[in-house]
């Protein structure tokens, strides 16, 4: 079975820092693009950041210089590397894969990260 599982999240303070980790199984996923998404209570999902096979990143402009997405595909598991957190930063946080080219076509059950101020 092919899924995606999130860990890392908890409760922080402003200005702190966290790592969440996405564990990907059933299939190798270094040939694909992954992303981190989060959704705050009451808002649409978007996406925080994502990382091609290549290696090449993007990131929403509210997270750049603060957040650094990375995969390691020996371990088939991606990061998000979430530093300088700010109380807006607060949202359940997802990881997704595109396995069949352009979709957003499998994703984890999300972990919660609160930033408290």
């Known amino acids: 079975q092919v899924q995606l599982v999130e860990s890392g999240g908890g409760l922080v303070q402003a200005g702190g820092s966290l790592r969440l980790s996405c564990a990907a199984s059933g299939r190798s996923f270094s040939s694909v693009r992954m992303g981190w998404f989060r959704q705050a209570p009451g808002k649409e999902r978007d996406v925080v950041a994502s990382?091609?096979?290549?290696?090449?990143?993007t990131y929403a402009d509210s997270v750049k210089g603060r957040f650094t997405i990375s995969r390691d595909n020996t371990k088939n598991t991606m990061y998000l590397q979430m530093n300088s957190l700010k109380p807006e930063d607060t949202a359940i946080y997802f990881c997704a894969a595109d396995l069949v080219g352009g979709v957003w076509s499998i994703w984890g059950q999300g972990t919660q990260v609160t930033v408290s101020s």
């Open positions: 990382i091609r096979r290549s290696g090449g990143v």
